[in-house]
């Protein structure tokens, strides 16, 4: 079994007492691993092993048959950092078939074999090669193996051990979460947690002191403290000044082997702002402040801005000001600008510079927010004066208007006074002042005014009636510079006089039944005065003294500017008389007193036995009076009667329409057809359906007959188809006339042409047929196979209503031919 040789005499005789006591087990080798360890470090054992004797760690069974604990293998050390020039020993493996001749051929495999450890093939000796560092490889796995150089025989199972690299202090602590920056408020009391660095040590946790770190504070230590163990960083004192210093670089230093000398040591910087606290109030810098401004400035113009400091950041930095002082508060408002928390110093009310040239305002400036915590410190405000000049400008005359409405009498003469109104310039006593008005709000020229003296006088005759009150503007100017003007509004109210007299209300009219009985009421007359005296209205009525002796009404005053008309005879005659005119005369209260007359129409009517009112016409009343009830039922019939005559003869006839022949029923058709385009000439034929020119009725029955004979000729007397078959056909005729119908036509032209409502587009449709092979006889009367007196057209006449107007025109023409022949 491979052994590790001995170096010391106690070490031989170890090994001498292990050889002899495994002589017996044939197979065995015993390996033993020798190093020097440095101090702390464990010894070496072996590990017993062979073929048939089961894995390292296996009982042994011994001769005798007593069994033996075989070697455990255990761990090589290799000192980390080795800065020799030769390799460094590490160990030694070792088979007890080793008879020293170099048969045996020792090997390793693994992590590190053959470039970092390198073995002796004959002695089996293991060296370290390269400078090995702990913190990036703590151990190697390596195998090692026992050959027959000769047959390269495996003499020993592969058996696996480790290279353990032992730590030395060569790694300083580092502070791997930096930058460190933290914050604390000021004036914290001593030993607030402000924060905690933390620091890493690459050496072995497990192996000496070498990764034990401790801190404390290289710089800062006036103002910080650290704790050794934890890195927690507190303050040293309760009096940080944010306004002082707010910010520190504190100096942490962490060291290995708990602070031991030797140890090593890192550091870092770590920053630590203080944050600010509401504890300084505001300051104003100065304790008086002056602004100017001019006395026409308008309400709500700045007047200047003024900031009190505070040491203080952020929202402890945010005031509010206010004015103290009640001079200040009446005349000057103080607002906050939020963006730069400025006080802003505004007018509150006009100025003047005549009444006063300089005021006098306190202002305050106040935190909004203030820490209790530093109320100890002392009040958190501050004032100052500011002083406010008012600056004289030439401003407009200024009005001292009437406190009332000016009045006049609606009577005044043109001329006459209203009032006088005032103006006077502010700057300059005694300066003279021009007025005048403005004639936007009086274009009628009502009203003038003396440009000297501000008197306002009638320009034309007032009527209350018509406006009652008048609002016109003045201006006031100076005399030598017109640009300075001002304007004044005037109330001018129009007194009434009594000029119109009372009317009655409406045009009334009242009726009263042929049976009325004396005393009774038929109408209550009220009346209306366009006038408004300040008594109120007062008015009397009479009739009139041509009426006052009428025995048919009479008229009571109310005493309330009414009056009621009552009856004063039994019953009333129609026939005598069925209409009264009452002139009433009212007369109101002046002064003074104006009258007017209105008449009263009173109807006589006809009333039922409950009063109501049946008729108030005369005519109905003597028909009513001639005719009985039974006559008047009698009326009634007849007319329903002949109502009934009427529809029914209507019926029939729309009956006797609707069985008309075929050839009746396409007679009373309207036959025309329209067309909106133009036709392609003579040749064009098929543009049209020309059937719709060809005669409804069939004449293949005349075909070759003669074409004269009247309505009697044909033995068919006044039957509609045997005057058909009497049409005669077209000849063309070289004497015929055409200047009636050419007239006719032109004549209709002209009259197209002159009615503007007619549509601008007409159409002329033109159809002629020529040949003597044409199957469609001719409906016109120009030209006939017989002369024009031989044809009788009296049958037109049965055509119906359609063809009066033609039967009417053969039927003259054929009368002037008589008479011209007689």
């Not at 003074?592 to 008449?599: D, K, R």
């Not at 002949?642 to 309207?670: A, N, W, Y």
């Not at 004449?699 to 058909?724: M, Q, R, T, V």
Request: net charge negative; glycine share 8%.
């Amino acid at each position: 079994m491979p052994v590790a040789r001995p170096k010391t005499p106690a070490h031989a005789a170890c090994w001498s007492v292990m050889a002899k006591g495994l002589q017996g087990f044939p197979w065995t080798v015993l390996l033993l691993f020798w190093a020097v360890p440095p101090p702390g470090a464990r010894a070496v054992h072996a590990e017993v092993g062979g073929p048939g004797l089961g894995q390292p760690g296996d009982p042994v069974l011994l001769a005798g048959g007593r069994v033996k604990r075989g070697w455990v293998w255990n761990q090589f050390f290799v000192v980390e950092e080795y800065t020799g020039t030769e390799p460094l020993y590490v160990g030694k493996i070792h088979s007890d078939s080793d008879e020293g001749d170099g048969s045996i051929k020792y090997t390793i495999s693994g992590e590190g074999a053959g470039t970092i450890f390198l073995i002796d093939e004959v002695t089996g000796d293991i060296h370290a090669t390269e400078r090995l560092d702990r913190e990036q490889k703590t151990f190697y796995t390596l195998r090692a193996q026992a050959r027959d150089r000769q047959t390269d025989r495996l003499l020993e199972p592969e058996s696996e051990f480790i290279i353990k690299v032992q730590d030395i202090n060569d790694s300083e602590p580092r502070f791997l979460g930096g930058p460190y920056i933290g914050s604390v408020a000021e004036l914290s009391p001593v030993g607030t947690s402000v924060m905690q660095v933390m620091a890493s040590d690459a050496d072995d946790p497990t192996y000496g002191s070498s990764a034990r770190v401790v801190y404390s504070v290289l710089e800062g230590e006036q103002h910080f403290t650290v704790d050794s163990k934890t890195g927690v960083i507190r303050t040293a004192v309760a009096d940080l000044d944010r306004e002082t210093q707010d910010r520190y670089e504190v100096v942490i230093r962490a060291t290995d082997m708990a602070g031991q000398l030797g140890g090593l040591s890192g550091s870092t910087t770590v920053t630590i702002v203080v944050t600010d606290v509401n504890d300084n109030p505001p300051r104003f810098p100065q304790k008086l402040y002056q602004f100017s401004v001019v006395e026409t400035a308008p309400v709500g113009t700045a007047v200047g801005r003024v900031k009190a400091e505070d040491s203080d950041v952020g929202a402890n930095t945010d005031m509010t000001y206010r004015v103290k002082d009640e001079e200040g508060v009446e005349m000057f408002k103080v607002t906050t600008d939020s963006d730069t928390q400025e006080a802003v110093i505004t007018v509150q009310k006009p100025l003047d510079y005549e009444s006063k040239k300089v005021h006098t305002v306190v202002v305050e400036a106040l935190n909004k927010f203030v820490d209790p915590r530093f109320v100890d410190l002392g009040t958190f405000r501050d004032q100052t004066i500011v002083r406010v000049s008012v600056l004289d400008v030439d401003e407009p005359p200024e009005f001292r208007p009437p406190s009332d409405p000016m009045e006049v009498q609606e009577d005044a003469h043109v001329g006459s006074v209203v009032g006088v109104v005032t103006a006077l310039d502010p700057d300059t006593a005694n300066h003279p002042v021009r007025y005048a008005i403005d004639r936007s709000t009086d274009a009628e020229r009502i009203f003038d005014i003396d440009a000297d003296t501000g008197a306002i006088v009638t320009g034309k005759v007032l009527d209350r009636e018509t406006a009652g009150w008048h609002n016109i503007t003045v201006l006031a100017m100076e005399a030598e510079n017109h640009s300075q003007v001002s304007r004044a509004s005037l109330r001018i109210r129009i007194l009434d006089v009594n000029d119109n007299p009372p009317e009655l209300a409406t045009p009334y009219e009242a009726a009263v039944c042929e049976d009325a009985k004396p005393g009774q009421l038929i109408q209550t007359i009220s009346v209306v005065d366009r006038d408004e005296p300040q008594g109120g209205h007062r008015f009397y009525f009479t009739l009139v003294p041509e009426a006052s002796h009428s025995h048919h009404f009479s008229l009571l005053d109310v005493k309330d500017n009414t009056a009621a008309v009552h009856t004063q005879r039994v019953g009333f005659n129609r026939q005598e008389q069925d209409v009264y005119l009452l002139p009433i005369l009212v007369v109101d209260s002046g002064p003074p007193a104006l009258s007017s007359t209105g008449t009263l129409t009173i109807r006589v009517c006809g009333c039922d036995s409950s009063g109501a009112i049946q008729s108030c016409n005369s005519t109905a009343y003597v028909m009513s009076a001639t005719l009985s009830p039974g006559a008047l039922i009698a009326l009634l019939v007849c007319v329903l009667i002949l109502v009934v005559l009427v529809l029914l003869i209507l019926t029939l006839k729309r009956h006797h329409k609707s069985h008309l022949t075929p050839e009746e029923d396409e007679d009373m058709r309207d036959n025309v057809i329209k067309y909106n385009d133009e036709g392609g000439g003579e040749q064009d034929t098929e543009a049209y359906d020309m059937s719709a020119l060809r005669s409804l009725y069939d004449f293949s029955e005349i075909k070759g007959g003669d074409g004269g004979g009247g309505p009697g000729e044909g033995g068919l007397g006044g039957n509609l188809a045997s005057e058909l078959h009497a049409l005669p056909q077209w000849v063309q005729n070289p004497d015929l006339d055409f200047s009636l119908f050419r007239d006719y036509i032109c004549k209709k032209v002209e009259q197209a042409d002159e009615d503007v409502s007619v549509p601008p587009y007409d159409s002329f449709q033109t159809y002629a047929f020529e040949g003597s092979d044409s199957p469609v006889p001719s409906l016109s009367s120009l030209g006939t196979w017989s002369s024009g007196s031989e044809q009788d057209f009296s049958y037109l006449g049965g055509w119906g209503p359609r063809f009066r107007q033609l039967a009417a025109l053969y039927a003259g023409r054929k009368g002037e031919e008589e008479g011209e022949e007689s």
